[in-house]
């Protein structure tokens, strides 16, 4: 019997909404229980004084890269970013090469998960073959093989009619349909929200209605079918207002923000860094604010990074040629952190919307400390302040806009299923 | 300035405009001798990196490195990244190899001048980037306008075109409005970028209200291959709307100067007449270009490590 | 090195501190001392001197053309000018040369110099030049000026007016005529200016001379250009 004691820290629990200082026993990969002073006999003793323990994160959208683009990024290197992250459970997107369209490709991800990755990897498959946006994948066949959601990421699905019909299918299989809103058209090759900053730099320009004409006619077709929708990577002001109205009105849509856009405005893109280019761009200070306010009111219930690795030659080119998209895992703690220092969040709804939230959605284990629960726990120190250096980090990309930024808020242990597969001092373990 | 980038008059101060205005009049005196060589810059190179094609500018640069003795090499590659592996930061950075005094950078993406001063230790001359800046035309706007009216602070200065698409047009906008002048855009509704007021200038997509009183106009290139973007119907409809004739001229203060950064479409911007007669100033601006280009290779020429360059 | 400065026609100011007779010679940083060496009378008369040396050299007045080098050659040049016309009858052209541009440190870092005015109402070919510059002292400014002047034509000859020598020559380089002769240390400054400047920014009358004392040793400061001499 393994027995591992997380002994002192501030347990913060959003499935019980426990927020104390206690003990949190762990015993054979399950949660035991909390307390005062329990005993540590035989057990593994990990001190947590001066620091929160929580369910490990759960992130409902990431990029692996397995299968195909391995030099970005594979589901090992991803893993343990992960990990370092302080995650414990992991989506990731079908725009793989080749697309998970198709159930062995949902297989081939699990089966590297299991054999490389030291936290768990959930595949989210295409709900259109090859994202192409026209014919619908079988989604029976990957639910069962493993998928927990569908989604075209990094493509819009412009075609209403197909959207129609995945929105309708999907619930046979009772799963979220997860949306990248974005209308190509209007989007017209646009790099850099619209606005002062794109006029500043002439650089093409995504004008914040491309995503808001996307949410409005995914909620009207969803209003029309009964699905569950999710929007993707929130990023703007009405998008947020119509999901909100969605929900008023009954409706089972959600949605997910990530830290860059809860964090960093336009104008971090001023001086031209392609590691602050993604879909969608970084808004205005009025989009980030309501995408705060979004969070926080439960309009959006989760945080994901979209974590997207890319290689360092393929961001060093032309801003409008490099590729979409930043590193997420190993900085979310720290710049989400914002959130509670500005006291809009409490340490509580912090960590719900980091694992409970997504872990509903996905209908993942999670986000729960309740004894019988999978350990997946994380140890975070919200006080040590280090800088951040992606060539120090586990991912095999570095595109990312926080580098040799400094950061407040550190993981200091992951934990998946009882097992230690994170420890500060060090780093990445096997499991 | 020795070895300080020129990415974009956003980057530079009252005062260093000025200085550059200064140094070209005194280079302009230069190009008016009978010898217009002199031996300033011997033995220093200077490379052209043209990835865009522009015979006007990469020519203008050559002369005026070469009268000043400078050593001046045409690159093009013929591809960028868009569509070939060679990277363009490889492509500078071999270039940077060979130890070059200065590197005139012009590519058809915004922000890949300034990516390219990140990465070498020769000073870099934005020649033109996407529809982010095109310094040296708008200071050679500048210097023109300052010779034909004595002064910039005070004028009231029109730009009328694509506004969204055109670098010259925010490189001036910064400019002008940097030197004390009022200035004004004006053009189709979807050829005026967004929020273009934040930049201290007024929009119009009335020419004539635009043109009142106006002492400079400035007509900018009408793309055709924007057309496919659908930014207005048909060249007889801007031709008729926004192009520059002598009837529409009346509007504009008597002495008022008419420029344009060249090539002209004929009978678009501007009409065959005013091309090439009074009030155009449209030579002068090409005849200047060479002395301000002159005047800024001569004061920013000179390799220093980017870690000790003065910020 | 009191005695170095010529007590006559000079007038001792001093433009920091309290005046103290221990620190001439020792002068450094904002303690500088400065001399007057030539006034306005003396400048005036040095002038009317090279002008009747200019008369009295050359048979044909017609071919000569004054050259100056700003800013202080220029006003220097106006004023041989018109003595000129006065002492011997003679129209005699004169143009501004900027020597910048063909200065011999510009490839050596740090100095990109404002570029001054260059005026030239025509060429230079089968002229006797004069060039006129107020203090010389390297010799170095002289030669940029006789490289400049060969992009306007081919003089006959060209020969050099100074208002000043101040010696420490580094290039082979003989002036003509000098209206005074000032030897200095290498530390020093020997500065021509006025009182004040024209509506289009050329100095205007009274001028003077001063010498400001730099008080560094001789030898370790040697081949250093000294201020003056550009």
């Not at chain 1, 019980?16 to 006999?41: C, F, P």
């Not at chain 3, 904002?30 to 306005?40: F, M, S, T, Y």
């Not at chain 3, 011997?88 to 110099?113: C, H, W």
Request: aromatic residues 4%.
């Amino acid at each position: 019997m393994k027995r591992t004691l997380i002994r002192g820290g501030r347990i913060l629990d959003p499935a019980t909404r426990t927020d104390t200082t206690a003990d949190l026993l762990i015993e054979d990969g399950k949660i035991k229980g909390m307390g005062v002073d329990l005993d540590a006999d035989r057990a593994e003793v990990i001190d947590a004084s001066g620091c929160w323990v929580a369910p490990g994160f759960v992130d409902m959208h990431t990029h692996l890269r397995e299968p195909g683009q391995e030099y970005k990024e594979d589901i090992q290197s991803g893993g343990r970013a992960a990990a370092a992250g302080g995650f414990t459970s992991v989506a990731c997107m079908a725009n793989t090469d080749p697309v998970n369209d198709d159930p062995s490709v949902t297989k081939f991800i699990i089966d590297q998960a299991r054999k490389n990755s030291p936290v768990r990897v959930h595949p989210v498959a295409a709900a259109t073959i090859g994202l192409a946006g026209e014919v619908m994948t079988e989604m029976s066949a990957l639910r069962e093989a493993g998928a927990v959601a569908f989604s075209d990421d990094g493509r819009g699905t412009e075609d209403a009619n197909v959207m129609r019909n995945v929105l309708e299918y999907s619930k046979m299989v009772d799963a979220i349909v997860m949306v990248h809103a974005e209308d190509e058209c209007l989007r017209n090759d646009g790099v850099v929200n619209e606005g002062f900053v794109s006029t500043r730099l002439g650089l093409p320009a995504n004008p914040s209605a491309a995503e808001e004409i996307r949410v409005a006619r995914d909620i009207a077709l969803t209003r029309m079918t009964g699905a569950r929708l999710h929007i993707a990577h929130v990023s703007t002001k009405r998008a947020v207002d119509y999901i909100r109205e969605a929900r008023d009105e009954g409706m089972q849509v959600t949605g997910e923000v990530s830290p860059h856009h809860l964090t960093l405005t336009d104008k971090e893109t001023l001086g031209f860094d392609t590691s602050t280019k993604m879909a969608p761009p970084l808004r205005s200070a009025e989009d980030v604010e309501a995408c705060r306010k979004g969070l926080v009111d439960g309009v959006l219930q989760a945080i994901a990074t979209d974590h997207a690795p890319h290689a360092v030659y393929e961001k060093d080119v032309e801003f409008i040629a490099a590729p979409c998209g930043i590193l997420g895992f190993e900085t979310a703690y720290p710049v989400v952190m914002d959130l509670v220092r500005d006291d809009e969040l409490s340490p509580l709804d912090l960590m719900d919307r980091m694992s409970l939230g997504a872990a509903r959605l996905i209908g993942v284990e999670g986000g729960s400390l309740e004894p019988g629960v999978v350990a997946d726990v994380v140890v975070l120190d919200p006080e040590a302040i280090w800088k951040y250096d992606p060539a120090q980090g586990y991912s095999k990309s570095r595109n990312s806009p926080w580098a040799g930024r400094e950061m407040v808020g550190q993981v200091v242990y992951t934990l998946v299923e009882g097992d230690v597969v994170f420890d500060r001092e060090r780093g990445v373990l096997e499991r | 300035m020795i070895g300080q980038d020129l990415i974009g008059i956003q980057d530079l101060t009252r005062e260093q405009i000025e200085t550059i205005l200064e140094t070209a009049q005194g280079m302009a005196e230069v190009a008016g001798r009978e010898i217009k060589k002199v031996p300033t810059l011997r033995g220093r190179t200077i490379i052209n990196l043209f990835f865009e094609p522009s015979t006007r500018t990469r020519s203008s640069f050559e002369i005026a490195g070469k009268r000043l003795s400078a050593d001046v090499i045409n690159f093009s590659p013929s591809s960028s990244s868009l569509n070939k592996s060679e990277s363009i930061l490889d492509t500078a950075k071999t270039l940077d190899a060979m130890d070059p005094d200065c590197v005139v950078v012009r590519h058809k993406v915004a922000g890949v001048p300034q990516r390219i001063a990140e990465v070498l230790d020769a000073p870099v001359i934005n020649a033109g980037d996407g529809a982010h800046e095109h310094p040296t035309q708008a200071l050679l706007d500048m210097l023109t306008v300052y010779q034909k009216k004595g002064r910039l602070d005070g004028l009231t200065v029109v730009i009328v075109g694509d506004i969204a698409h055109s670098r010259v047009a925010r490189s001036n906008i910064y400019g002008f409005s940097k030197m004390g002048a009022e200035v004004r855009v004006a053009g189709p509704p979807p050829m005026l970028p967004t929020r273009v007021e934040d930049f201290g200038v007024k929009a119009y997509s009335n020419l004539r209200e635009a043109l009142d009183g106006a002492d400079v106009i400035m007509a900018l290139r009408i793309q055709n291959e924007r057309l496919k973007g659908a930014h207005f119907p048909s060249i007889r409809e801007y031709s008729a709307t926004f192009g520059l004739d002598r009837a529409k001229l009346r509007f504009a203060a008597d002495d008022a100067i008419v420029m344009h950064p060249g090539p002209v479409n004929r009978g678009v911007e501007l009409s065959h007449e005013l091309t090439d007669h009074r009030p155009s100033v449209i030579l002068d601006q090409v005849r200047n270009g060479v002395a301000l280009r002159m005047a800024l290779l001569y004061l920013i020429t000179g390799r220093v490590p980017k870690e000790s360059a003065p910020q | 090195m009191a005695s170095q400065h010529p007590s006559q026609p000079g007038n001792r100011v001093t433009t920091g501190g309290a005046r103290d007779e221990r620190a001439k010679g020792a002068v450094n940083g904002g303690n500088a001392e400065e001399v007057v060496v030539l006034d306005d009378t003396a400048i005036q008369r040095s002038l009317t001197r090279i002008a009747h040396e200019v008369v009295e050299r050359h048979d044909d007045l017609s071919r000569l053309y004054l050259v100056a080098i700003p800013n202080g050659g220029v006003p220097l040049g106006r004023i041989l000018q018109s003595k000129l016309a006065a002492i011997g009858d003679a129209e005699v052209p004169l143009g501004i040369l900027d020597t910048t541009l063909y200065r011999d440190d510009l490839s050596r870092g740090g100095v990109r110099p404002p570029l001054r005015r260059t005026e030239m109402p025509s060429s230079v070919d089968e002229r006797i030049v004069l060039i006129v510059e107020d203090v010389v002292s390297t010799g170095r400014t002289i030669r940029a000026a006789m490289d400049a002047m060969i992009d306007f034509g081919r003089p006959t000859s060209v020969q050099v007016v100074a208002l000043v020598d101040r010696g420490h020559r580094e290039l082979p380089i003989k002036i003509d005529y000098v209206g005074k002769n000032i030897p200095t240390q290498v530390g020093d400054k020997v500065k021509f200016r006025s009182k004040g400047t024209t509506p289009s920014g050329e100095l205007e009358a009274p001028f003077e001379v001063v010498v400001t004392g730099g008080g560094a040793p001789r030898a370790s400061r040697s081949g250093e250009r000294g201020e003056g001499g550009r």
